[in-house]
């Protein structure tokens, strides 16, 4: 999550695809997308974790993906 001003009572989560580990981000700059060959449909995930891999034999073609359909034979 994220907040643009200092002081918000709410975060933004970051978007699905994407993962955000420092605690106090101030911009949706700082949401990591999920690497290659990877996915993750979760909003707000704090770390990389969140990203899981495609089955074998298959991968992402971009990152940040947000679903398994996203990975396609390699």
Same mark, same amino acid.
């Given at each position: 999550?994220?907040?643009? /001003?200092?002081?918000?009572?709410?975060?933004? %989560?970051?978007?699905?695809?994407?993962?955000?580990?420092?605690?106090?981000?101030? @911009?949706? /700059?700082?949401?990591? %997308?999920?690497?290659?060959g990877?996915?993750?449909?979760?909003? %707000?995930?704090?770390?990389a974790?969140?990203?899981?891999?495609?089955?074998?034999? /298959?991968?992402?073609?971009? @990152?940040? /993906?947000?679903?398994?359909?996203?990975?396609?034979?390699?």
């Amino acid at each position: 999550t994220y907040a643009s /001003s200092v002081g918000l009572a709410n975060c933004t %989560a970051c978007p699905a695809g994407t993962y955000n580990p420092t605690a106090g981000a101030q @911009t949706v /700059s700082r949401c990591l %997308a999920c690497p290659l060959g990877t996915y993750s449909s979760v909003e %707000a995930a704090t770390s990389a974790e969140a990203c899981l891999r495609c089955h074998a034999g /298959s991968a992402t073609l971009n @990152t940040g /993906s947000t679903s398994a359909a996203a990975c396609v034979p390699e």
